[in-house]
């Protein structure tokens, strides 16, 4: 079945950087946009930035700019390269396939100084 494992949040000052990745398995990882998600305390999910199979990208208006999406089709893996970071960048970060229900456990991301 679907699974996905995200990892590398932590605690980072303002002005900082994470790498966050989402091991992929279960399906063929290649042939899927893949979408990072964060939710924050209080807030609804929201999408942060998707990749297509194709390598196309797109990016909330809140972190164009200063985050970057990319994927290694060889290792079943999307990132999500984190700069600049800003305190309201705070949440549990989340990878998903649109085209399947299931959702990794996420990542916590605190930026604070």
């Known amino acids: 079945q679907v699974q996905l494992v995200e990892s590398g949040g932590g605690l980072v000052q303002p002005g900082g950087s994470l790498r966050l990745s989402c091991a992929a398995s279960?399906?063929?990882?290649?042939?899927?946009?893949m979408n990072w998600y964060r939710q924050a305390p209080g807030k609804e999910r929201e999408l942060v930035a998707l990749?297509?199979?194709?390598?196309?990208?797109n990016y909330a208006d809140s972190v164009k700019g200063r985050f970057t999406i990319s994927r290694d089709n060889a290792k079943n893996t999307v990132y999500l390269q984190m700069n600049s970071l800003k305190p309201e960048d705070t949440a549990v970060y989340y990878c998903?396939?649109?085209?399947?229900?299931?959702w990794g456990q996420g990542t916590q991301v605190s930026v604070s100084s």
């Open positions: 279960g399906f063929t990882f290649s042939r899927y946009t």
């Open positions: 998903k396939v649109p085209d399947f229900l299931t």
């Open positions: 990749i297509t199979f194709a390598g196309s990208t």
